[in-house]
């Protein structure tokens, strides 16, 4: 298996414009979780799904993030307007629930900056 | 009562020498306490895990010690190497919730 594929995985934009990341999870996966990692704040949990529906999103920033997982192998995580604040790094990860399996599988995350 | 406090913020250990992080928590139904190793540029990876029901795991050189009275849990790396050079993170969670409530990391550099 190929793991957890993010794109792109570095972004550079202008504050303003619209950002889009996307995430493909492991194959058979039923959980999808976006993160965020900076050095003040950490690991940051932005939204999670469970068999493509969204259960929490209590960790989105503002309005101008969404995320959407149209189906199990493909979701995408937009910021607009993109604002310098948001550099980060965006990590999308899955995991698989069955028999207790409660261990998470990351991409390698995607490096924004916004200037 | 949903944080996980996580110390040392960074650790340096010589080579061949054991390192410790220690990790504690408020939420008693907390039942599922991993521990996640990163490598810069690279995303967590699962280490290793354990429930409250046993006291201690052991996979190779890395052990997790726990402390249900405490609520405390702790990984143990053995002989540590230049290669166990990464940020480690401690983690939480309850029941089938399956988000994990994390700490801070710790950043651990192993001096050859």
């Known amino acids: 298996d190929a793991g957890v594929i993010q794109s792109p995985r570095h972004e550079v934009t202008e504050m303003g414009q619209e950002v889009t990341l996307r995430c493909k999870p492991i194959s058979g996966h039923d959980y999808l979780f976006w993160y965020r990692q900076t050095m003040m704040r950490g690991l940051e949990l932005l939204i999670y799904f469970n068999n493509n529906v969204p259960i929490d999103d209590s960790g989105m920033p503002e309005d101008r993030f969404s995320a959407k997982m149209p189906n199990a192998s493909f979701s995408t995580l937009k910021i607009q307007p993109s604002e310098p604040r948001d550099s980060a790094v965006y990590f999308c990860?899955?995991?698989?629930?069955?028999?207790?399996?409660?261990?998470?599988?990351f991409g390698s995350g995607t490096r924004l900056t916004v200037v | 009562q949903q944080q996980v406090k996580q110390s040392p913020q960074s650790l340096i250990v010589q080579k061949g020498g054991i390192s410790i992080i220690n990790c504690a928590y408020e939420?008693?139904?907390?039942?599922?306490f991993p521990w996640y190793q990163q490598f810069p540029g690279k995303g967590p990876a699962l280490l290793i895990a354990i429930r409250p029901d046993v006291s201690e795991k052991k996979e190779g050189r890395f052990t997790i010690s726990f402390n249900k009275s405490a609520k405390q849990f702790s990984l143990h790396i053995m002989d540590s190497q230049p290669g166990d050079s990464a940020t480690y993170f401690c983690?939480?969670?309850?029941?089938?919730?399956?988000?994990?409530?994390w700490g801070a990391g710790t950043k651990l550099i192993i001096k050859p």
């Open positions: 990860a899955s995991s698989f629930s069955a028999r207790g399996n409660y261990g998470y599988t």
């Open positions: 983690a939480a969670s309850k029941g089938s919730n399956y988000q994990l409530i």
């Open positions: 939420n008693t139904a907390f039942d599922y």
